[in-house]
């Protein structure tokens, strides 16, 4: 399928690796110019490297701390500056610090505000005046399965992830007379380096080792498996496309069925 964004422009945050890295490959594949961005400069020219090698083509990326809001900015004019103006904005970070509420402090909060929901505000805020001057514009945020269903030890992904939702939901209203559509893709458990975290610190606090944690939840998802970065990456790439135009609004889980929400 042809998903019509062939020489859109297309800026993918926290893309050196995992989902973000994916989806910057797929939309390459789609004929889209697009940006990277991370925070690590030599993951980042690794990423390069090895896209370059397996397409022919050569990415753009640039160094981007999504806490400091001037980071963003510079991100922003350079990749415009560039490529042009941003037609797919794919909002993506790493995961805050774990933690029940009585563990996490007050900066861990000021930092998962800033790193969670404010970037995706930040990115989101400096695009759009350019889609709307071009009454056409894609803006996909990934969230997680935990905007469904909470998940235990991850107060703050619980907390600022929602609120990534309700911001996505509201913005959707606002822009949709341009012609803009604004959603979330929400991923269950996939193989990517938050994951493995995730199962060490799982792993100390119940003495199994973080193999035995993986499998474990692999063994919870109806498809008993755990996600490919790919298989998330599809969807991203679906509602960047033309023929995802009137979807907007929605948060679509791709979790191998593993949420129990009806909605």
């Known amino acids: 399928m042809d998903f019509g964004i062939r020489g859109k422009t297309a800026l993918v945050v926290a893309s050196s690796s995992g989902i973000g890295r994916s989806t910057a490959e797929l939309l390459i594949k789609e004929g889209c110019k697009v940006a990277l961005c991370s925070s690590n400069v030599e993951n980042l020219k690794e990423a390069t490297k090895e896209i370059k090698r397996a397409y022919g083509i050569e990415p753009y990326w640039s160094k981007c701390d999504i806490n400091i809001p001037s980071d963003i900015e510079?991100?922003?004019?350079?990749?415009?500056?560039?490529?042009?103006?941003?037609?797919?904005?794919?909002?993506?970070?790493?995961?805050?610090?774990?933690?029940?509420?009585?563990?996490l402090d007050e900066s861990n909060w000021e930092q998962g505000y800033s790193q969670v929901l404010m970037s995706s505000v930040r990115f989101s805020r400096l695009v759009l005046p350019g889609?709307?001057?071009?009454?056409?514009?894609?803006?996909?945020?990934?969230?997680?399965?935990?905007?469904?269903?909470?998940?235990?030890?991850?107060?703050?992904?619980?907390?600022?992830?929602?609120?990534?939702?309700?911001?996505?939901?509201?913005?959707s209203n606002e822009v949709?007379?341009?012609?803009?559509?604004?959603?979330?893709?929400?991923?269950?458990?996939t193989l990517t380096h938050r994951l493995y975290?995730?199962?060490?610190?799982?792993?100390k606090s119940s003495g199994d080792s973080h193999e035995h944690m993986l499998a474990e939840m692999a063994g919870n998802v109806p498809l008993k498996r755990l996600a490919r970065p790919d298989e998330?990456?599809?969807?991203?790439?679906?509602?960047?496309?033309?023929?995802?135009?009137?979807i907007t609004g929605q948060t679509i889980t791709v979790d191998g069925g593993l949420s129990k929400s009806l909605m």
């Open 74 to 103: 510079n991100t922003i004019k350079e990749v415009e500056s560039n490529l042009g103006e941003i037609d797919v904005l794919v909002n993506n970070c790493g995961g805050p610090n774990p933690g029940t509420f009585e563990e």
């Open 131 to 171: 889609m709307e001057r071009k009454n056409w514009g894609r803006i996909i945020n990934i969230t997680s399965i935990s905007v469904r269903e909470p998940i235990i030890n991850l107060m703050l992904s619980n907390a600022f992830r929602s609120g990534v939702t309700g911001f996505a939901k509201s913005l």
């Open 176 to 189: 949709g007379k341009f012609n803009i559509t604004v959603n979330n893709v929400a991923p269950g458990y």
């Open 197 to 203: 975290e995730l199962a060490v610190e799982r792993a």
């Open 232 to 246: 998330v990456a599809s969807v991203i790439a679906f509602l960047a496309s033309d023929q995802a135009g009137y």
